[in-house]
């Protein structure tokens, strides 16, 4: 939920979702809409349609190693390492966007690419401590190494940090494009979501106003995340 998405959202999506589905199975057994209906608000249904996938394969718990959670519907290796860490203290590196920066900024003197701060990860530290390791870099880079505007002074990496204030290049415009499908697509969700029946797709252009509502339905749909028929535009019911 976090991947993302800000911890003011999901703070309080996260304890209604377990609410709703305690365990594996009873995630396994909801419909794939009663799912998406409860991840409304967060954003990239794929999250919500791979976690139930993973629930209907994994009835008798999730795999313990990194190679076992890397092969999940939807999860990648940094998931995986990042969930072998702190679930189970497992020493092995990864890197988030927060730790690229701190990473990146402190020995290189820019935000580094995953690449290379997964390595950095690996020489400097993940194998003592992994988890305070980890959560020290996420939370310097979430509230003091922050994209705009480090606070520096602060900061307990300043006396050996090869930041020199260069601006990181940021790719404002193809991040543009990507939030503005992505909104679409929530609203489609959202939109869906109110009706136990679906929708025709004219209704779901009125109640979108997008033109790109049918493609979009159509993207969904190949990803298994909507239903079309003769009918209409529905949440799956399995
Ligand atoms: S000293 Fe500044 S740039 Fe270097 S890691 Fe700390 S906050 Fe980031």
């Not at 995953?114 to 401590?129: F, I, K, Q």
Request: charged letters at 25%; hydrophobic letters at 40%; proline letters at 4%.
């Amino acid at each position: 939920m976090l991947q993302q998405t800000q911890v003011a959202r999901v703070v309080p999506a996260y304890a209604r979702f377990l609410k709703r589905f305690p365990t594996l199975g009873a995630l396994a057994r909801a419909s794939l809409g009663d799912v998406l209906r409860e991840w409304s608000g967060l954003g990239y249904n794929r999250r919500a349609r791979d976690l139930q996938r993973i629930a209907r394969l994994s009835s008798k718990g999730l795999p313990r190693d990194v190679a076992g959670l890397d092969a999940l519907p939807g999860v990648g290796r940094y998931t995986a390492s990042a969930v072998a860490c702190f679930a189970h203290g497992d020493a092995t590196p990864f890197a988030d966007i927060n730790i690229r920066r701190v990473l990146g900024r402190a020995v290189l003197g820019r935000s580094a690419t995953e690449r290379e701060a997964v390595e950095l990860d690996r020489h400097m530290g993940s194998l003592r401590e992994p988890v305070r390791w980890h959560h020290a870099l996420m939370d310097i880079g979430a509230t003091i190494c922050v994209a705009r505007r480090p606070r520096c002074e602060g900061c307990p990496l300043s006396s050996v940090c090869a930041y020199t204030g260069a601006d990181d290049v940021v790719r404002r415009r193809q991040l543009r494009f990507a939030t503005s499908d992505r909104r679409v697509r929530g609203a489609i969700v959202r939109a869906l979501g109110e009706s136990r029946h679906g929708v025709t797709l004219r209704a779901l252009r009125r109640a979108v106003i997008d033109t790109r509502v049918p493609r979009l339905v159509r993207a969904l749909a190949a990803e298994g995340l909507v239903e079309v028929s003769e009918r209409g535009v529905r949440l799956p019911t399995r």
